[in-house]
């Protein structure tokens, strides 16, 4: 949706505002620090994997957002939620590719410079 007070380029999801992510956050940071940290969530290989290629997922998700917006404007305004759970799930596999990529084309290797053991 369309809005004057968002700094986001006047773009804004329905439903997904900043207390829905604050609450989602604040369940799952109070979930790992009450069990043990080997729980199984933490530790499986999709985990590790996303671990790894982090500092991409960091780096390119605004850029993506901010790319991938002017395509789904008109989709979302006509269709709210729908809308929102498609643009969300496109930003999330655009952003998982690109920071693979990103990891095993540019990371890794500059990893290895500084760390020959990695």
Known sequence: ???NNNCFSGFSLPYFNDEFYAILFAILILSVSRKRVD???LRNPFTNYLGRISYGLYMYHWLILILLIPY???????YPICGS????IATLFTTVVVSHFSYYKFDKHFLKKKNPNH
């Not at 789904?72 to 305004?77: D, P």
Request: hydrophobic share 55%; aromatic share 24%.
């Open 1 to 3: 949706m369309l809005n």
């Open 39 to 41: 729980n199984k969530l």
């Open 72 to 78: 789904f404007k008109n989709f979302i305004k006509s």
């Open 85 to 88: 759970v498609i643009f969300y």
